[in-house]
């Protein structure tokens, strides 16, 4: 794994080369063939996934069907660096594709190897999640549509 593809992805796009290189120490690389998959719904989440290349198709047992893609230089799953909880949908290879796992266990040794990495990761994840909440604001307050009582 070569730390400088980390780049490519947003999340850690305003990392360093050390903080690259730290990083890429943890990550786990799974290929997978296409049709299988990279979690299950309701699965416990074990952390960050990077989808390096193919795509990954991701299906809901709630909706019954297929509510997206992701592609390559995309990522799932970083509140499950930080949080327990089960995975809200399956996410199958659409082709054969290669992931990088960061798992949730490897943040201790992050957080004693390189503190600063450790904490600009924290950082990039609430970044993102911030994100992520003030958009769904948003999206509530412009469907409210002002038909009740006010």
Do not use: Y
């Not at 199958?92 to 503190?115: E, K, M, N, Y």
Request: with cysteine.
């Amino acid at each position: 794994m070569r730390p400088e593809r980390l780049k490519r992805f947003s999340l850690f796009a305003e990392f360093n080369e050390e903080d690259r290189d730290a990083l890429v120490e943890l990550l786990e690389e799974r290929r997978l063939p296409a049709g299988k998959s990279a979690f299950r719904e309701g699965s416990e989440a074990e952390g960050l996934v990077l989808l390096v290349e193919g795509r990954l198709k991701l299906k809901s047992r709630r909706t019954g069907g297929v509510i997206g893609t992701i592609e390559a230089c995309q990522h799932l799953g970083a509140a499950s660096l930080f949080a327990l909880g089960p995975r809200e949908v399956t996410a199958l290879a659409d082709g054969p594709c290669t992931i990088w796992l960061l798992p949730r266990s490897g943040l201790p040794r992050l957080a004693d190897d390189a503190p600063r990495t450790a904490f600009r990761l924290a950082e990039a994840v609430a970044s993102e999640l911030a994100g992520l909440a003030r958009r769904g604001v948003r999206a509530a307050i412009d469907g409210e549509g002002g038909d009740g009582d006010e």
